[in-house]
């Protein structure tokens, strides 16, 4: 019986600035501690300041994830030495006097399977170091300060996972929570880690760190397992111990310092006052929240839009607010479709995103001129690239690259007899075997760069071939 | 031209053409040069305070409006930033920092057109009683130079009690403002917890400390407080206090108030002098029409343990940035590894810096901090329930600031917890974050007494009112330098 | 006598604060001074009190807004190379 819990950290990237500071939140970017202030570099005489925001996006958090939360919110100072801790402390939660950090005891459904969200708190990132020099006497670490501060959401489960599959989904869901929060862009470097624990047949709890993405968590877990499977059949004891993953050689190895050795201090952070929460303000930020995947997906089938299609496009906040604002009653099919097949594989990284010049008008001009029969259902593909390149209006569009549909009956006779003449073996073949007969169709599409009616197209080939 | 005149008195005699705030800057520093060889009250100066007095006698001159400090000279506790100079916490630690930034505080005081004259001496991050523990040398009591000034904010007293400056600003964690200002007999203050913001301010024991003025009179303090006082936005602890005017009716006086003296500090361990003179204070105030009654605080017994319980937890987590890695002194890094290095910087460090840093890693650990910071974190809020009760019934408290009278340089450095018990008076007000104020009454031999008066949370007017009233019962004798 | 601080607490208690000392002996001593005194604690019957906090609504907590901090901040700390703090090497 395999347990699998995780430990995931979240930067909240979509937030203007840091937990304590107002320098920004996304570090990205910027010149080597460019992006610092006397608060996050720590200066002596320096003092935190909360981010109202982070406090309430992480909060959204914890309610969609099904956590209690507190009216009152406390703050405590981890206490280590390094060189990325500007304080030599690092501000963070814990549930020492009764629960009050973000949220705690929640649950998410995995494929079937609950899992049980532990605890969720809200905590600052450390900055960056860079380790320079190659000889034993010249290697100096370097500090870059941009990153520390950034507000983290630490999100802590059960070891409910029981294979790596799970965890996998569950990541993935997580991902488009966070994204369909507006609090977090996962798909930046970094903005995503996690460290897991596992357990195999009641064995000891090992830990996994230093996992520095989600594709590697896997790859860890993966690997983990494999190991203690092999060392419970070989009846050698799992020793409980903490392992880091070595991305070069991906393996875990055995870490130096033992879990315990270091002693945290952990007191209240007497910088800050307990946060506390009105239900005035916690029914605002229910209110606030943008729609839920499950939600929205919900929605979508009632609109008849099949379930994968639906699946697809509620977890997709970038598609599923253009389909939000461009579909209507009748349309609402054609635009899931248009968006899932032909849109999503168009625009498949974020930088394409930020440079598409498509709105929700031009999907709905492109649904009304497939409904109008105007164009094609596959020049409206090629129409949909042209939106997402120029943003130039549809109609401009059909007219300039001439995408209407042909429907002259005299004009598609000529291209069909062309193909005809063309393709004497196929035209054979055709007569006898039904599948032909769309590669024919195909030829026709070719040859009219989509543009033809492909009703009447499959009618007169029918005609000629008889 | 009269160095000792008050800040209200000083801004009087400018606007009246009396004296150029160019001059009596430039008769301060002659002051300072004649004294402070002795005294060591200065850490380090600012050496542009001339051509600052110019800029605004030319202002005046040109008939423009400038600050309400009208150019008055000032000292600033070396654990407060100011931008530009060096600000070292009398420690070796932070012998070469220089503050690129300033103290929130020191912007309102700079924005009302304070000249500040320089940097004042303290006990080493603020830890002591005395300003012996300095790194830089103790400072001297200008009533008698072989006695100490009280501390940790020594330095600071000592400026405004030997006219090397109008008034000051130092910090009180439990007691470091009050106490020497009893000692050196000038007036300190440490308001409502909150109320002066600690932006700048290097932290010792943040969830207690305040900033607080150290003045020739309770107006002076009161003038002060309306300039630094107030929420801000750069320090979550900090409170709106609606912009009070603290010196408006500061001689309401106190007729018909109740004020209860702390049996637990006028008994055994308080010296007979001090005893003395409290009960001449009560005197007085009966004389202005109070009612005196005696109170009893049973928790005040554990106040100084819970103090420094506390404090020496925040102390070990608050000064562990100072691993010499961004600021600090001179210590090249080449050839260490990173603990051993930060291990050996931190060696510099003062005796009883490093004595509150392994007491502050002790007491939190995971094997005690059940045992003893939960603890005092419970008597601290026990103390606060009683103390509470005891203004359902009473105005303010009152008791000597400090249960014994000034003390040689040298004389108790040595025994810890004796020096930690002259912080007994002076504690409970940092742990409840009662406001309250040392004002001189006395001189018992040539050495300073100051009576302490507490009031309730927010109630800094009244207070002021109170100390008011009982420093205009007293004319003190000038200080003999 | 309980609670007899060991030398090798303190040595411990050191290391954990990051400071390199040279008479641990002078610190047993100390420590345990003031761990009795701190025992006093005990008879403050306080075992079944809550703690008081400072509470700030979360209205008045400060608003998300990017401020660019409008000076060359690295330039005025020790130990920078070309806009990097240099640290020691880490083992």
Known sequence: MTKIGLEIHCQLTNLESKLFCSCK??????????????????????????????????????????????DKLAFFRKNYFYPDLPKNFQITQLNVYGEHSIGQNGTILVDDKEIRIRRIQLEED????????????????????????????????????????????????????????????????????????ISIEGGNKVEIKNVNSFHDLEKALHFEITRQESLISRD????????????????????????????????????????????????????????????????????????????????????????????????????????????????????????????????????????????????????????????????????????????????????????????PNTVEQAKTNPETINYLIGKVMEKTKGRADPTLTLNIINKKLS | MNLGISALRYVEEVKNGSFTIEEFISKTVEQIKKHDGKLHAYLSFDDHVIEQARNLDRKIANKEKIGSCFGMPISIKDNICVKGGKTTCASKMLENFVAPYDATVILKLKSEDVIIIGKTNLDEFAMGISTEFSAYGTSHNPWNTDYVPGGSSGGSAVSVSAFECIASLGSDTGGSVRNPASFCSVVGFKPTYGLISRYGLISYANSIEQIGPLTRTVEDTAFFLNIISGFDPNDDTTIDNKNEDYLSNIDAGVEGKKIGIIKEMVGQGTDKEVVSATNNAIKKFEELGA??????????????????????????????????????????????????????????????????????????????????????????????????????????????????????????????????????????????????????????????????????????????????????????????? | MKNLVSKEEIENVAKLMRIELDDHIVHVDRVQKMIEYFDILDKAGVESEEFDVQEKSITKLREDKYIPYDEKLIEALKNYKENYVRAPKMV
């Open chain 1, 25 to 70: 939140a996304n570090y990205r970017g910027f010149e080597p501690n460019a992006n610092i202030c006397p608060v996050c570099i720590g200066l002596p005489g320096s003092l935190p300041r909360l981010n109202k925001k982070a406090v309430e996006k992480a909060t959204m958090i914890a309610m969609s994830l099904n956590c209690n939360t507190p």
């Open chain 2, 291 to 481: 009612k005196i009654e005696e109170i009893s605080l049973d928790m005040i017994d554990y106040s100084v343990a819970s103090y420094y319980t506390i404090t020496s937890t925040e102390a070990g987590s608050n000064l562990a940035r100072y691993d010499n890695l961004r600021y600090g002194y001179d210590f090249p890094l080449e050839g260490y590894e990173f603990n051993s290095y930060i291990s050996k910087a931190r060696k510099n460090f003062g005796p009883e810096v490093t004595r509150r840093m392994i007491l502050g890693g002790f007491v939190p650990s995971a094997g005690y901090a059940g045992k003893y910071f939960l603890k005092a974190l419970r008597v601290k809020k026990k103390l606060t329930d009683e103390i509470n009760e005891a203004f359902k019934k009473i105005d303010f408290l009152i008791a000597p600031t400090v249960p014994v009278l000034p003390f040689k340089i040298g004389e108790k450095i040595d025994d810890p917890v004796a020096l930690f018990l002259l912080d007994f008076n002076t504690v409970i007000a940092n742990l409840t974050g009662k406001p309250a104020i040392s004002v001189p009454f006395e001189i018992s031999n040539g050495l300073p007494i100051g009576i302490q008066l507490i009031a309730n949370s927010m109630q800094d007017k009244p207070l002021l009112q109170a100390a008011y009233a009982l420093q205009n019962t007293v004319k003190l004798p000038e200080v003999p330098i």
């Open chain 1, 236 to 423: 050698i004891p799992i020793e409980q111990e903490t392992r880091h993953w070595d991305d070069k050689r991906k393996i875990t190895i055995s870490a130096r310092i033992k879990e315990g050795e270091e002693d945290y201090r952990y007191f209240l952070e007497g910088d800050i006052p307990w946060i506390t929460i009105d239900s005035q303000t916690l029914n605002k930020l229910k209110a606030d929240m943008p729609e839920s995947i499950s939600s929205k997906k919900e929605r979508y089938i009632t609109k008849q839009i099949p379930a994968q299609v639906a699946e697809v496009l509620s977890s997709d906040k970038f598609c599923s607010d253009l389909f939000e604002l461009a579909h209507n009653e009748s349309n609402a099919i054609v635009i899931a479709n248009l968006i899932t097949t032909d849109l999503m594989g168009l625009v498949d990284t974020d930088e394409k995103r930020e440079k598409s010049k498509l709105t929700h008008q031009h999907l709905t001009d492109l649904a009304n001129s497939i409904e109008t029969k105007e164009i094609t259902r596959t020049s409206a593909k090629t129409a949909l690239q042209e939106c997402v390149a120029t943003g130039l209006p549809v109609s401009e569009i059909i007219s300039t690259l001439d995408l209407g549909h042909v429907s002259d009956e005299s004009e598609l006779n000529k291209i069909i007899d062309e193909i005809f003449i063309q393709e």
């Open chain 1, 126 to 197: 450390p900055g960056r170091l860079i380790y320079e020099g190659i000889s034993e006497k010249t290697q100096i670490t370097l500090v870059d300060y941009n990153r520390a501060g950034t507000p983290l959401v630490e999100i802590v489960t059960e070891p409910d996972f029981e294979n790596e599959r799970q965890v996998r989904l569950f990541l993935n869901i997580l991902s488009d929570l966070l994204d369909n929060l507006d609090v977090s862009n996962p798909s930046l470097e970094g903005a995503m880690r996690a460290d897991g624990n």
